[in-house]
C-alpha cells in the first residue's frame, strides 16, 4: 500500500462502485496504467520512469465494498489482471484487505467477454482503452444476444429483430458506456497527504539541484570538460542520494546552445555536445520519489562572463512570463487554456512566440504527465481547473540553430484570498511546489516592473527559507549553500536594459 495515498483503495472502489451505478454501468475497466495504481494503491516498475505496473482492473458496481446495497458477498470490490509472479505478500495481503481479486494478466479481455454474456454493462474510455476491449464486451453482448435470439425464434415468440445480426449488433452497442473514466479527474484532485508529499520530495529534490547548480559552476569556472550526457548524469547521481528516489521521472533533456532549441532533445553518449562558455545551457529533469514526483527546467548560462543582450531580453520575457501565470487570480470554472496567454504576453509583445502548451498535469508519485487538466492555446480541453490539481508552469522560447530557454516550476492549484467575493463565486491561484534558483545572470532587470522584480526576490527569500536547512547539516554541502545563499540574494536593481531585435517600445512598454 502507498503510504501518502491519503485514502484507503477500498474507499476508492467504494466511490467508484457508486459512480459505475450512477451512470448505469455493471463493471468500470480500468486499462490506463495510471489510473489502476491511483485506484487501487500500487506503484510498480514495468515502465521506464513511471511507477506503474502492467495490468488491467475490473471495479464492480455490485461489490461488496462494504456499502454497497444488496452486495453480493462473493464478489470481490475489483479484479487486478496482472502477472502474480510480482506481487510480493505485503501486496497480497493489501489486496485481499481491499477486496480485490486477483488474475492472470492473460485473461483479461475473456472475463469481460463472459460479464458482458452475462448481461453486465461495461464502462470503458474511449480515450485510454484498447479496440482488443471494446471488441471483448461486444462479442460478449453479442453472443448473448444471438442466444435470446435463437430461443426466441424457437419458441416462435416475439424476436424484435429482423435478424440474428440485427439484435448481436445493437446488443453490442448497448453493452459499452463510452465515457472518460471517473478515475482521471479523481487522480488529479490531490488530497492532503499526497500534496503533503509532494511538497515535501520538491523540498528535497530543490536541495540535490542546488547541489548539482553549485557543482556545475564549479566545475566550468576550473575549465573542465563537460557535455550534456556527463552532467545529465551527474545531476542523475544527487538525486539517487535520497534514500526515498526511486528513479527518473523522464529522460533528463540536457541542450547545450543550439540542441536546447529541439524542445524534446534527448543526448546521446555518441553525439553529445559539450558546454561551451557564453553558451546557454538548458536542462529539464525531474525524479519519482517514494512520497511524490518533480519536474523542474532551468537554463544557465555557462560560465562568469557577460550575458549576451538578446539572451538576456529573450530569458527575462520568459520569466515575466512565468511571473504572470503564478500570480494568476482566476474564478472557479476556468479551463486552463484561458490561462495560457498569461505567459505568453512577453513574449507576444516582441513578436515571438513558443510552439507547445504551457502546463501539463503531474501525478502524485505517478506520472509526470497526466490529465484531464492542462494550461494550452488548445481550446477544446475545456477541464476547469479545480483545487488540488498540480501542474507545469513552463513558458519558453527557441531559436532555431542557436539556442533554447524555458524557465519551469511545478504549481498547485489553490483557493485564493480575494477581497471581493463577486457573484458568490470562488477564486482560484496557485501554491508553488518547486523551489530551485532562477538564474540572475541571464535576467535583465531593467525590463522588470518593480512587481515583477519583488516577485523574483521574494521567491528566491522562499527557496533559500526552504533549502538552506537541508544543506546546513553536512560539512560537503558548504559550497552549496554558499552558491544557494549568492543565488538567491536580492536582484540588483540598477541594471541597464536592453530590447529584443529592434521592439524597445513593446519590451519596455511595461517597466516602471
Known amino acids: 500500500a502507498l503510504a501518502n495515498a491519503g ?70 470490490a475489483a479484479t487486478l489482471y496482472v502477472d502474480e509472479a510480482k506481487l510480493g505478500d505485503e501486496v497480497r495481503a493489501h489486496l485481499e484487505a481491499s477486496g480485490v481479486a486477483v488474475r492472470p494478466y492473460a485473461t483479461a479481455c475473456g472475463d469481460l467477454r463472459d460479464l ?46 429482423e435478424s440474428k445480426e440485427g439484435a448481436e449488433a445493437a446488443a453490442a452497442e448497448e453493452a459499452v458506456l463510452r465515457a472518460p473514466s471517473p478515475v482521471a479527474l479523481a487522480k488529479a484532485l490531490k488530497n492532503d497527504a499526497e500534496l503533503a508529499g509532494m511538497h ?31 552532467v545529465a548524469d551527474v545531476l542523475e547521481g544527487f538525486r539517487a542520494k535520497d534514500p526515498l528516489f526511486r528513479s527518473l521521472s523522464f529522460d533528463t533533456i540536457a541542450g547545450a546552445g543550439p540542441n536546447g532549441a529541439i524542445i524534446h532533445y534527448r543526448a546521446e553518449p555518441s553525439s553529445c ?40 531580453a529573450c530569458f527575462t520575457a520568459v520569466l515575466k512570463g512565468n511571473i504572470a501565470l503564478d500570480s494568476a487570480i482566476f474564478p472557479e470554472g476556468t479551463p486552463g487554456f484561458a490561462l495560457d496567454s498569461f505567459a505568453r504576453q512577453a513574449l507576444w509583445r516582441a513578436g515571438l512566440d513558443y510552439r507547445h502548451g504551457t502546463g501539463h498535469g503531474v501525478g502524485a508519485a505517478l506520472n509526470v504527465h497526466e490529465g484531464p487538466q492542462s494550461i494550452s492555446p488548445r481550446w477544446g480541453n475545456t477541464t476547469p481547473l479545480q483545487s488540488g490539481m498540480v501542474l507545469s508552469n513552463e513558458p519558453g522560447y527557441y531559436e532555431d540553430g542557436s539556442f533554447g530557454i524555458r524557465i519551469e516550476n511545478l504549481l498547485v492549484v489553490r483557493e485564493a484570498k480575494t477581497e471581493h467575493n463577486f457573484g458568490g463565486k470562488t477564486y482560484l491561484g496557485f501554491e508553488r511546489l518547486t523551489h530551485i534558483p532562477i538564474q540572475k545572470a541571464l535576467i535583465d532587470v531593467a525590463l522588470l516592473t518593480t512587481e515583477e522584480a519583488d516577485w523574483v526576490d521574494a521567491y528566491h527569500a522562499d527557496v533559500y527559507a526552504l533549502i538552506a536547512p537541508l544543506l546546513e547539516d553536512d560539512e560537503e554541502d558548504a559550497s552549496a549553500l554558499a552558491f544557494l545563499k549568492e543565488a538567491t540574494a536580492p536582484l540588483d536593481r540598477e541594471g541597464q536594459g536592453s530590447a529584443i531585435r529592434g521592439a524597445p517600445a513593446l519590451v519596455g512598454a511595461a517597466r516602471e
Open 7 to 76: 485514502a484507503p483503495a477500498r474507499d476508492k472502489l467504494r466511490a467508484l462502485a457508486r459512480e459505475c451505478g450512477a451512470q448505469g454501468a455493471d463493471a468500470l475497466v480500468l486499462s490506463a496504467l495510471d489510473e489502476v495504481a491511483w485506484a487501487l494503491n500500487l506503484r510498480g516498475a514495468d515502465v521506464p520512469h513511471c511507477p506503474v505496473v502492467l495490468a488491467y482492473a475490473i471495479v464492480r458496481a455490485d461489490a461488496s465494498a462494504g456499502d454497497n446495497a444488496g452486495a453480493d458477498e462473493g464478489t470481490p
Open 116 to 161: 458482458a454474456r452475462s448481461g453486465a454493462r461495461a464502462w470503458l474510455d474511449p480515450s485510454t482503452a484498447s479496440a482488443a476491449l471494446f471488441a471483448a464486451a461486444e462479442a460478449g453482448a453479442a453472443a448473448r444476444a444471438g442466444a435470446a435470439f435463437a430461443r426466441a425464434k424457437k419458441a416462435r415468440g416475439n424476436v424484435g429483430y
Open 200 to 230: 515535501a520530495c520538491h523540498a528535497r529534490d530543490g536541495a540535490a539541484v542546488v547541489r548539482f547548480l553549485s557543482w556545475l559552476q564549479g566545475a566550468v569556472d576550473a575549465g573542465e570538460a563537460l557535455d550534456e550526457c556527463s
Open 273 to 312: 555536445r559539450g558546454l561551451r562558455a557564453g553558451e546557454l545551457f538548458l536542462l529539464d529533469s525531474g525524479a519519482q520519489y517514494e512520497d511524490g514526483t518533480t519536474d523542474v527546467t532551468r537554463t544557465v548560462q555557462v560560465g562568469s562572463g557577460a550575458a549576451d543582450p538578446f539572451h538576456s
